[in-house]
């Protein structure tokens, strides 16, 4: 057997233990309900829906968010990464043809619906859980509709009321040398052609930050103007942008939702323990086996700027204040740091003080994050969101994000100390001065990773550590374990 195979049989033996029900033909629903496989989710089920089914419905969708992460992170090539997401709808999510029999189709797709309010309400709470899952919702929602036939997508886009303006001819001509720098063609008559003949939209420029980063789309005063060649881009934005703002809405009605129905509260708490996906804990520390005397090379060698900036700070000035040792110490945590080895690479590091003042000072802190003091709660490291929006440093704290916080000179200056070459330095500034900083930093791991295949925005400053060790270090036994 492949060992792509043998993984994938892995996590699905793993999933399997637990009892999981059938999709049942459902005669009550009409075509109307459910009219198309693909859903942007915009309204509740309209079914009565037992406590069973919302638990296992959710697990099952569970699966497959986490199946489609690990083969983002794993997957060689897109036919590696779409059979495996296959596999894992077939199993847990499947939607057949339009062929067969209605009752069974709309079984099917009452599950998926399902399912993904379950996990909407398990996920909404917390920053971290609820962007993982807009992020593989995302990806699930792009594979399906990219095998959608083109006649029900056309369908489709009719029903959700997308509001995208069709650029106006004579607007079009005025900003026509932009469009054609956009577009990647040899020569110069084929892009004025493509712009004359292209039907463009314009769309604000936060929903099509894939298409802003590869510079195929041309923005002006906020508005992105893309071309119909790239509706997937939109599609996807909108998906994007609803499914957030609706997971929002949730998060702020949850505890009225809970205390209406209180059988939901172990229900929801079962479905968030089985998450262990992007949150980065390592759980009392115990999940590593990173030693202290390996941590400088491997946060030098794989870590992201934000890291790499606190661990100079820390060898340089044998200190750091508790916003970098919050951020950096969970960070540490997550690759695999045990409480043992902790306490003892922040001694070390901490040389300008006692080991009595280590002891009384920072001890208690270290192992307070790995859950062993107070409320034993083991924290999880920041995501770049956190990072980016919360507690920015004040003088003297080097924790945060450089493309964030850092002045344009300080960053510059830092880019250049890492050899990037000039007219990238540039790419990454221009990013930096849109606000563009999770762009600029996957375009930094792009630059100063080569050889790696193409990757999504990045998200956590452990998915791009994960995503630099993967390059050197085949550990795709321990991660496709996902069950
Ligand atoms: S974008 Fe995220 S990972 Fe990159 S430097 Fe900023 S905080 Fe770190």
């Known amino acids: 057997?492949?060992?792509?195979?043998?993984?994938?049989?892995n996590r699905f033996a793993a999933a399997s233990k637990r009892r999981r029900i059938d999709i049942k033909p459902d005669s009550t629903l009409e075509e109307s309900d459910y009219p198309f496989r693909i859903n942007f989710y915009l309204r509740p089920p309209p079914t009565d829906i037992t406590l069973e089914e919302i638990e296992n419905f959710a697990l099952d969708r569970?699966?497959?968010?986490?199946?489609?992460?690990?083969?983002?992170?794993?997957?060689?090539?897109?036919?590696?990464?779409?059979?495996?997401?296959?596999?894992?709808?077939?199993?847990?999510?499947p939607m057949q043809s339009t062929h067969t029999s209605w009752t069974k189709q709309a079984g099917e797709r009452r599950k998926d619906h399902i399912s993904h309010f379950?996990?909407?309400?398990a996920y909404c709470q917390s920053e971290e859980s609820s962007d993982w899952f807009v992020q593989q919702e995302c990806a699930l929602f792009k594979f399906r509709y990219e095998q959608e036939l083109e006649e029900n997508k056309k369908r489709f886009l009719a029903t959700v009321s997308l509001n995208w303006k069709v650029v106006d001819?004579?607007?079009?001509?005025?900003?026509?040398?932009?469009?054609?720098?956009?577009?990647?063609?040899?020569?110069?008559?084929?892009?004025?052609?493509?712009?004359?003949?292209?039907?463009?939209?314009?769309?604000?420029?936060?929903k099509v930050p894939d298409l802003i980063q590869q510079r195929a789309a041309y923005v002006n005063k906020g508005?992105?103007?893309?071309?119909?060649?790239n509706q997937l881009s939109l599609v996807l934005g909108e998906f994007k942008s609803r499914l957030s703002k609706m997971i929002q809405a949730t998060a702020k009605s949850i505890s009225r939702k809970l205390e209406e129905d209180r059988r939901l509260i172990p229900i929801l708490a079962n479905i968030e323990k089985q998450y262990d996906g992007r949150m980065y804990t390592n759980t009392l520390g115990s999940g590593g086996d990173l030693k202290a005397a390996d941590v400088d090379m491997v946060v030098k060698q794989h870590a992201p700027l934000c890291m790499q900036t606190l661990h100079n700070a820390l060898c340089q000035n044998k200190h750091l204040k508790h916003g970098g040792r919050m951020q950096y110490g969970l960070f540490l945590k997550a690759i695999g740091l045990p409480i043992k080895e902790a306490l003892s690479f922040w001694q070390t590091a901490f040389t300008i003080k006692t080991e009595e003042q280590f002891q009384k000072e920072y001890a208690y802190n270290i192992r307070h994050n790995y859950g062993l003091e107070g409320k034993r709660v083991s924290y999880t490291a920041y995501s770049c969101s956190k990072i980016i929006k919360e507690n920015s440093p004040s003088s003297g704290d080097y924790h945060g994000c450089p493309f964030r916080h850092f002045s344009q000179g300080n960053l510059e200056a830092t880019l250049y100390k890492n050899k990037i070459p000039v007219n990238q330095v540039k790419e990454l500034m221009n990013l930096v001065r849109g606000s563009h900083y999770q762009m600029a930093c996957t375009k930094y791991f792009e630059i100063t990773h080569p050889d790696h295949e193409k990757i999504?925005?990045?998200?956590?400053?452990?998915?791009?550590?994960?995503?630099?060790?993967?390059?050197?270090?085949?550990?795709?036994?321990?991660?496709?374990?996902t069950g």
């Open 118 to 121: 379950a996990l909407r309400l």
């Open 169 to 206: 001819p004579q607007v079009k001509k005025q900003i026509q040398s932009h469009l054609e720098r956009c577009i990647c063609k040899n020569d110069n008559t084929s892009a004025a052609l493509y712009v004359a003949s292209e039907t463009y939209y314009e769309v604000d420029f936060e």
């Open 62 to 93: 569970l699966q497959v968010l986490k199946i489609i992460e690990t083969a983002k992170l794993r997957s060689k090539t897109d036919d590696i990464y779409k059979k495996d997401i296959q596999m894992a709808l077939d199993r847990y999510l």
């Open 456 to 481: 999504s925005i990045i998200e956590h400053p452990n998915t791009y550590y994960e995503l630099s060790l993967g390059e050197t270090d085949d550990c795709s036994d321990d991660l496709m374990s």
């Open 223 to 229: 508005k992105a103007y893309v071309p119909k060649a």
């Open 1 to 9: 057997m492949s060992q792509s195979n043998k993984n994938t049989v």
